[in-house]
Each structure stands twice: as C-alpha cells, then as structure tokens.
C-alpha cells in the first residue's frame, strides 16, 4: 500500500497519532509519506487535526486517494452559541493494535525529543475543556514510558492531568529513571500536589514547569505558596496558563496575574474563543506573554 498522512495543524509539533499510524504500515511493509501532491496516487490518506477550525483551519481532502481517513480531536469540535462542543461521535480513535505500536519519530526529523502519554482522562470536566467528553473524568494510566522513550534526552509528557491518576507514583518513577529532561506540557494540577508529588518533581530533570489558574473564583494563592516554598528553585518556579474570556473580569485576571507574578511565578494568559476576545483581554494577553514589557511595566494601567 502506498500510505501518505496530512498534519493539518502544521509541523510545529510532532503529532502522536501519525507517528503511530506511521510506525504501524512500515512494519506491514506499507510505503508510508507525507502527502504532497493529488499528481500522486494513494491507496490511503490519514488526515490528522487536533485543534478547532478557529485556530487551526481544515484543508480540502486529497482527490486522488482511494481512501481518506480524518481523525483527531479537531474534527469532533462544532462552535455552538459561541462555545466549543466536541462531538464524541466524530472522533477516530486509532485501533488498539496502532495505539500500542512505538512511534515513528523520524517522520519529524527537525524534532529531537519524545512525547509520551502515559494517562488518559482528567476528572475536572471544565467547560472549555474537550478532555473528559473525549477521554472521561477518571485519569487512568493507558502506557508505560517506555512504550514512547528510546534514550532522548527530552521528553515531552502529553497527559491530561497525570496529578489525578492512581498509578502517578509508577509513572513519575518510570520519568524520573529515564534521567531525560521533563516538560510537563498539559501542566501539573497544582490543586491535587501533595507532598510526594513535589518530592518526585524535585528529583527529576525540569525545564519549565507548567500550572493552570484557570477558574478564577478558585482560591489557589495557598497551593501556589505551598509549591514554591517545597520546590528546589526558588526563581523561575513555573509557567502558569491563566484563562481570561471565560466568565473572568478584568480584576479578577488582574488579581491572578500579580499574584502569581508576586510568587515568583510566570503567568500566560491564554484567551477563550479569541477570534470573538474583547480588545482589552487582547492588550492583556499583549502585556503579559511579552516578558520584556511585563517585567518593565508594573501594571497593566501603566502599560495602557
């Protein structure tokens, strides 16, 4: 079979589901490509696409492919009265016998780490949130590392909320002895750290570490305090997403981005439905994600 796969978010990060799909045809002697052109004829086509049309636009089917196969979480999401819903039913999930094959990284050669997802699930269920209507509100361990890692030096840890899982001291464990670099890229849920969560954080190799704050009627300044007292830096403690557009005032984003900047954290606003953002959220985003200005500017009333 001649096999080609279509990233239609781009290749700014190496999409999990291909690699598999990938790994799996080669090893059935299949001739595995990305697509390039409908001049070429496939037998069949994956086309794979995790983020919604707003910020990640779907692109025609090819016309000379026997058949194409759409999949990922993007294709399952309708905007409906200005929220993002996501269709169960519209999703693919890759059959267990690709899910399990040991993906294929040399289809992103410009990447030299590995992305893992050890867990699945998350049992916050937040509104803007696709995660328990496509994976459940129970965080369950699905793999082993080794079923991603082959020696890279940096490994990026897809998990929903990894925090949740019953199994998180084998998994943190199994990150820890890899002696790789961790980038917990979906964030730790700082409101269910305990203790030896940190102390298995605090063992391992870490660039940045990622939190959210995303409600904003939550109380989280005491686990925030809490973390960085036991974490082993005491600068540089972590990036932390703070959602605004979501039922949030200006105050109340205002309130969570000082203090966690008072903390020795990095906030990062992250905007909901932004095409549809207020331009105030918008100069705030502005302020706060660019650090050279956040960091000479004091409050966002000086910077406007």
């Known amino acids: 079979m001649k096999v080609g796969l279509i990233d239609v978010d781009g290749h700014r990060f190496p999409n999990l589901a291909l690699m598999h799909i990938s790994a799996y045809h080669k090893a059935h002697g299949d001739d595995v490509e990305w697509w390039w052109s409908d001049l070429v004829h496939y037998d069949v086509v994956y ?14 089917p090819p016309m000379n492919a026997d058949r194409v196969i759409k999949g990922g979480t993007g294709y399952a999401i309708h905007t409906t009265n200005g929220k993002e819903i996501f269709d169960k039913e519209k999703d693919f999930d890759l059959p267990p016998e690709v899910e399990k094959t040991f993906p294929d990284y040399s289809i992103y050669p410009q990447y030299s780490f590995a ?22 509100r129970c965080s369950t361990k699905v793999a082993n590392v080794s079923d991603f890692w082959c020696g890279q030096k940096e490994i990026k840890v897809l998990d ?33 750290l305990d203790q030896y969560d940190i102390q298995d954080v605090n063992k391992m190799r870490i660039g940045t570490l990622h939190f959210a704050w ?43 981005i000082y203090t966690l900047r ?38 966002f009333n000086e910077y406007r």
């Open 214 to 256: 995303d409600n904003p009627n939550d109380n989280l300044r005491p686990k925030f305090e809490d973390f960085a007292k036991s974490f082993r830096r005491r600068t540089n403690i972590g990036t932390v997403y703070v959602l605004t557009n979501f039922g949030s005032t200006l105050d109340q984003d205002l309130y969570r």
């Open 160 to 192: 929903p909320n990894i925090t949740a899982c019953s199994e998180k001291r084998d998994l943190m464990q199994q990150y820890i002895d890899t002696h790789a670099k961790i980038d917990f890229t979906q964030g730790l849920d700082i409101r269910l």
């Open 262 to 299: 008072d903390l020795g954290y990095d906030p990062f606003v992250m905007i909901y439905n932004k095409p549809a953002a207020p331009k105030e959220v918008l100069r705030l985003q502005r302020w706060c994600n660019n650090k050279f200005v956040f960091k000479s500017t004091k409050s």
């Open 115 to 136: 992305v893992s997802m050890t867990s699945r699930g998350c049992p916050r269920g937040c509104a803007f949130c696709h995660v328990a209507a496509k994976e459940g």
């Open 47 to 60: 086309m794979s696409k995790i983020f919604s049309d707003a910020y990640s636009p779907d692109i025609p």
